[in-house]
C-alpha cells in the first residue's frame, strides 16, 4: 500500500490551502484516513482523522478551519486548510490504516501506513 500526498506549499497567513491523499495497492478496505503534522522540534501531532463510517476528529488547534473529507471511489482524502496561521507552518503526513484482504482484516485488523511528507510553510 502506498499513500501519494500532494498539496503543499506557500501561503500568507489568511490563506488557504488543499492538501489530499490517495492510497492505492492492495486495498482490501481502508479502515481510517488522516493527516498528521510535525513541525520543526516539535512531535508529530494529529491534525485531522476520519474512520471508516466518516466519523471525523480535529485538533483543537485547527478546528473551524480545517475540513477533512473523502472521495470513497478514489481511496482519496482532501484536508482543506482555511485561515491559515503561521502556527500551522510543519510539514503534513497523510497516514492510513489499511487492510489487504478478509484474512488481514480479520487476523491483523490492517496495517498502519504513513505517505511523505508535504511541506505547508505559512507566512506572516
Not at 40 to 45: A, F, I, K, L
Request: aromatic share 10%; with cysteine.
Amino acid at each position: 500500500v502506498q499513500l501519494q500526498a500532494s498539496g503543499g506549499g506557500l501561503v500568507q497567513a489568511g490563506g488557504s490551502l488543499r492538501l489530499s491523499c490517495t492510497a492505492s495497492g492492495s486495498i482490501f478496505k481502508i479502515k481510517y484516513m488522516g493527516w498528521y503534522r510535525q513541525a520543526p522540534g516539535e512531535q508529530r501531532e494529529l491534525v485531522a482523522h476520519m474512520s471508516s463510517d466518516d466519523s471525523t476528529n480535529y485538533a483543537d488547534s485547527v478546528k473551524g478551519r480545517f475540513v477533512l473529507y473523502r472521495e470513497a471511489a478514489k481511496n482519496t482524502v482532501y484536508l482543506d486548510m482555511n485561515s491559515l496561521k503561521s502556527e500551522d507552518t510543519a510539514v503534513y503526513y497523510c497516514k492510513a490504516g489499511v487492510a489487504s484482504d478478509l484474512g488481514d482484516l480479520i487476523t491483523q485488523g490492517g496495517a498502519d501506513y504513513w505517505g511523505k511528507g508535504t511541506q505547508v510553510t505559512v507566512s506572516s
